[in-house]
């Protein structure tokens, strides 16, 4: 799914190229804090083209072939070092007309430094057994871990296949597909399966390894987390299943298969990640009362506005956000009621939106615009609240003015 939209966070010709689909074959190494492996990215040229352009970001690229043929490529940093470098495959004379199917696969190995992923020592986890790898795709970091075309205007399904040490579980953003096996290529290791049917975004590529347990919360919500953590994790997060439902009868079915959560170790530097079939979410929100469910209602609400409509570029982010905030609210007053809803609105106008826009920004800042421009600026320095409480209050607006309620 592309389109003619430019995005100045992607060196990317998605007007030129399409990606119909990838395939992901994975493993990770905790002793050197790498992925290796490979990328085959099924492609249909939309023009006439003779290069590809990926962006990628410290990848160590060992090989592109294209059809079965080794080709040519070049990476070239960018000036600004935050989008990583351009990568530039060149297609051969045969292969470079309009309708043409591409094949094009790239064996590479990540950089121990790679700004998606998350390397934890044992004692960096909550019961300290083994290891823990998680992954941070959003923004422009998938980049840091696969030669992609990084932006939200760019969605394909994928499949993985990823071996991981006997002594860890992987999960990723999409549906398990088998058992786990033992890897055939690698001694002590396992290999893990994974679907993802529905077009994603880069951003929405997730990975996590690590020493996990499994509660179900219904047939298609369950909850994983660290042994000590896990059933009080199933506890505070009992809701969801009637929380998917309540967002079903607001913005339509489900269409992702399974609502599934992981709880991270007290690392996690985020509330809540709307990975699909995964959400990431921190231990923090674990009170013993199930008083801080409301992230959970936002994440559930990302399935439909961020996940299955996206932004085309991160300067329309408030789409993302601001419709998930307020479908969030509008779940969280069917649970409760109208009141409720209304009260966190203006929770959100005055102590959230106000103070970003008076005392972190300033009422002129660009950052504060619900549209913004991201020429030569990382996307995690304009990231704040305002997509989030303005657009939602923006919304909360509009319903006011055309008629509508919770």
């Known amino acids: 799914m592309n389109g003619a939209t430019k995005d100045p966070?992607?060196?990317?010709n998605f007007s030129d190229v399409c990606i119909e689909n990838m395939k992901l074959k994975w493993s990770v190494h905790f002793s050197m804090r790498m992925i290796t492996g490979s990328a085959e990215l099924q492609c249909v040229l939309l023009n006439a083209t003779d290069r590809i352009y990926l962006d990628v970001r410290d990848l160590a690229i060992?090989?592109?072939?294209?059809?079965?043929?080794?080709?040519?490529?070049?990476?070239?940093?960018?000036?600004?070092?935050?989008?990583?470098?351009?990568?530039?495959?060149?297609?051969?004379?045969?292969?470079?007309?309009?309708?043409?199917?591409?094949n094009v696969v790239i064996a590479y190995s990540t950089s121990p430094n790679a700004t998606a992923l998350q390397w934890m020592t044992k004692d960096q986890t909550a019961d300290r057994k083994q290891p823990y790898l998680f992954s941070q795709c959003q923004a422009i970091h998938a980049r840091s871990i696969v030669p992609c075309m990084d932006t939200p205007s760019v969605k394909h399904p994928y499949q993985a296949e990823v071996s991981v040490p006997n002594e860890v579980v992987c999960l990723m953003s999409a549906i398990q597909t088998a058992e786990p096996q033992p890897s055939q290529e690698i001694d002590g290791y396992t290999t893990y399966t994974f679907d993802q049917k529905v077009p994603i975004p880069s951003y929405l590529l997730a990975i996590v390894v690590g020493v996990m347990e499994k509660r179900d919360?219904?047939?298609?919500?369950?909850?994983?987390?660290?042994?000590?953590?896990?059933?009080?994790?199933?506890?505070?997060?009992d809701e969801t299943e009637d929380i998917l439902k309540t967002a079903e009868d607001i913005v339509g079915p489900y269409v992702w298969g399974r609502y599934d959560m992981v709880c991270l170790p007290p690392s996690f530097p985020f509330g809540g990640m709307e990975n699909p079939c995964l959400t990431f979410i921190t231990p923090t929100l674990i009170a013993g009362d199930r008083s801080l469910a409301s992230v959970v209602a936002h994440e559930v609400s990302h399935s439909w506005?961020?996940?299955?409509?996206?932004?085309?570029?991160?300067?329309?982010?408030?789409?993302?956000?601001?419709f998930t905030m307020f479908i969030e609210r509008k779940i969280c007053g069917r649970l409760v009621n109208e009141q409720y809803?209304?009260?966190?609105?203006?929770?959100?106008?005055?102590?959230?939106?106000?103070?970003?826009?008076?005392?972190?920004?300033?009422?002129?800042?660009?950052?504060?615009?619900l549209i913004q421009e991201h020429k030569n600026v990382d996307p995690d320095v304009a990231f704040s609240c305002v997509p989030y409480e303005k657009g939602s209050a923006f919304l909360f607006y509009l319903e006011q003015k055309l008629g509508g309620s919770g």
């Not at 966070?9 to 990317?12: F, G, H, K, N, V």
């Not at 996206?310 to 329309?316: A, D, M, P």
Request: net charge positive.
């Open 341 to 369: 809803r209304q009260f966190m609105a203006f929770n959100g106008w005055t102590n959230n939106l106000a103070p970003a826009v008076y005392e972190q920004f300033h009422p002129t800042h660009p950052f504060t615009k």
């Open 62 to 102: 060992q090989s592109v072939i294209v059809n079965g043929t080794e080709v040519k490529f070049r990476i070239a940093p960018n000036v600004y070092t935050f989008f990583g470098s351009k990568m530039k495959i060149y297609l051969p004379v045969t292969l470079n007309k309009k309708g043409e199917k591409l």
């Open 9 to 12: 966070c992607s060196c990317a």
């Open 217 to 237: 919360i219904s047939h298609r919500c369950a909850v994983w987390a660290e042994s000590s953590v896990v059933d009080k994790a199933r506890y505070e997060f």
């Open 305 to 322: 506005t961020g996940n299955l409509v996206t932004n085309s570029t991160w300067e329309h982010f408030w789409l993302n956000e601001g």
